[in-house]
């Protein structure tokens, strides 16, 4: 039994309510049913964000087994009429709020005996507040997103920081803080959300690579910078998240199929902008420093892997200055005199990369 049960308190640290039933008897709907709360609760927050409670008596209902108030009575002010205004506030309409029976004896206050509620108008100005189809179905798609987002979110990180292994679906929802209907209704089963991870991070790097290309300069830059910025891309979360999952996948072929054709996509997206600036520059051997770069990429990941290990930072930087120097030495040969000029500019100027 709750203290003060009479009471609504959303800072309640012991709830030990018997809602859902226990042991044996649990409610195997409970994951579903909390949801179900939690998308009434922002869908009335974002509706009616100055809504309260009206403030009059309200009567519980007469069946003890059932206990919870029967009509609930809250005030929502909305917006003035676009045609009035400058006449006065917005008016303030009131709304019954009439509870459904989900409440158990023990249960009282607790939030769950309100939230499964159907929402009308009052007899006030007998106006009904009606969500629209089209108007649920974005807001379902807004929430699923969202919901999408945040999982993705802790498994990125989850995977990029304890590897794939310790990756649980329970973690996943310990860091996302969300339920494990909220999961299972985005992801059936692990193996479906480890290969949409994978695919997450191959198109978050996508993104990072070439927002840092648009913001080195230009073209040219982009390519001479091109090292510096796989690095970049290589210690950040999804690349250390698709490197453990493209480990895992090596013993399992159903997560290998799953990631083969995107990651087939990325390299193929890539390789052709970095051919197309070859191209514009008029660079002589385009395949020879494709393979360049090619090295480059595929020496990056284990480098990446060694530094998350605590590997010796001057060695690492080390090999990436090597790296570097090899980049530089097969791009300034193969370009005309007239750009090959602007890249020992480059050259000159470039700050050291940090490990």
Not at 272 to 282: L, N
Request: hydrophobic fraction near 40%; aromatic fraction near 6%.
């Amino acid at each position: 039994m709750a203290e003060r049960p009479e009471e609504f308190d959303i800072h309640r640290s012991q709830i030990k309510h018997v809602s859902f039933g226990g042991g044996v008897h649990r409610c195997i709907g409970a994951p579903l049913a909390k949801l179900e709360c939690e998308v009434l609760l922002q869908e009335m927050v974002r509706r009616f964000p100055a809504m309260k409670r009206a403030d009059r008596a309200y009567a519980y209902d007469p069946n003890p087994g059932f206990r919870g108030a029967g009509v609930l009575l809250a005030l929502q002010k909305l917006m003035p009429d676009p045609q009035t205004v400058g006449a006065g506030a917005g008016r303030t309409t009131e709304m019954g709020v009439r509870t459904c029976r989900i409440a158990r004896p023990r249960l009282r206050a607790n939030v769950l005996a309100i939230l499964r509620t159907s929402i009308k108008t009052s007899v006030l100005r007998k106006t009904e507040v009606r969500v629209t189809g089209e108007e649920q179905k974005k807001g379902s798609m807004r929430r699923g997103d969202i919901t999408r987002q945040k999982i993705l979110d802790s498994a990125i990180d989850l995977v990029a920081e304890a590897g794939f292994t310790n990756t649980t679906t329970q973690a996943v929802l310990d860091r996302s803080h969300l339920s494990r209907g909220s999961l299972l209704h985005q992801f059936g089963t692990r193996h479906e959300l480890m290969v949409t991870t994978g695919q997450e991070a191959i198109r978050r790097m996508l993104g990072s690579i070439e927002v840092r290309m648009s913001q080195a300069g230009g073209a040219l830059e982009g390519l001479f910078r091109f090292p510096d910025i796989l690095w970049e891309v290589v210690i950040e979360p999804p690349a250390l998240a698709l490197h453990e999952i493209q480990m895992a996948s090596r013993w399992d072929r159903n997560l290998f199929e799953g990631l083969k054709e995107q990651i087939l996509r990325g390299e193929i997206y890539v390789e052709k902008s970095i051919r197309a600036i070859a191209m514009r520059y008029s660079m002589v051997d385009v395949e020879g420093y494709m393979i360049d770069l090619a090295i480059i990429s595929d020496a990056m990941p284990g480098l990446a892997a060694r530094r998350s290990l605590a590997s010796d930072p001057a060695r690492i930087a080390t090999e990436l200055h090597v790296l570097k120097a090899w980049h530089f030495d097969g791009l300034n040969r193969r370009l005309p005199e007239t750009h090959r000029r602007t890249v020992e500019q480059m050259n000159g100027a470039s700050p050291a990369t940090v490990a």
